[in-house]
C-alpha cells in the first residue's frame, strides 16, 4: 500500500528555493504517477505538478512553469519538487498524491499528510 510522507517545507524568503521530498514508506511506488497539490488559507486544493511513473513526462500548473521541477527516483520511492524563485503567491500547504494513469488523465488516489511552505515578502 502507498503511504506518503513529505518533508522540505519551511520559510523562506521572496526569491528563495526550497525542495520538498515525498517518500512512499509503502514500497509499492513503481507503477503510479506521482503529483503535487497545495492548498492555500481559504482557497482550494490547486495541482502543481505531475510526473509519470516512468518519469518520461511531467506537467505543471502555468503560475510555476519555470521556477518548479517535479522529479523521482523509484530506486528511493521519492518523488521532489525543487522550488526556485519562490513567490509569497506560493505559500501553502503542500500535498503528495500518487494516482494511477488512464488514457485520459490520472487518478490520484493517495495523499501524504502535507507540508507547510511560507514565503515572506
Known amino acids: 500500500q502507498v503511504q506518503l510522507v513529505e518533508s522540505g517545507g519551511g520559510l523562506v524568503q521572496a526569491g528563495g528555493s526550497l525542495r520538498l521530498s515525498c517518500l512512499d514508506s509503502?514500497?509499492?511506488?513503481?507503477?503510479?504517477?506521482m503529483g503535487w497539490f497545495r492548498q492555500a488559507p481559504g482557497k482550494e486544493r490547486e495541482f502543481v505538478a505531475s510526473?509519470?511513473?516512468?518519469?518520461?513526462?511531467?506537467r505543471y500548473t502555468d503560475s510555476v512553469k519555470g521556477r518548479f521541477t517535479i522529479s523521482r527516483d523509484n530506486g528511493k520511492n521519492t518523488v521532489y519538487l525543487q522550488m526556485n524563485s519562490l513567490k509569497p503567491e506560493d505559500t501553502a500547504v503542500y500535498y503528495c498524491?500518487?494516482?494511477?494513469?488512464?488514457?485520459?488523465?490520472?487518478?490520484?488516489?493517495?495523499w501524504g499528510q502535507g507540508t507547510q511552505v511560507t514565503v515572506s515578502s
Open positions: 509503502g514500497h509499492t511506488f513503481l507503477g503510479y504517477a
Open positions: 510526473i509519470t511513473w516512468s518519469g518520461g513526462s511531467t
Open positions: 498524491a500518487a494516482g494511477v494513469e488512464f488514457y485520459n488523465g490520472i487518478s490520484w488516489n493517495y
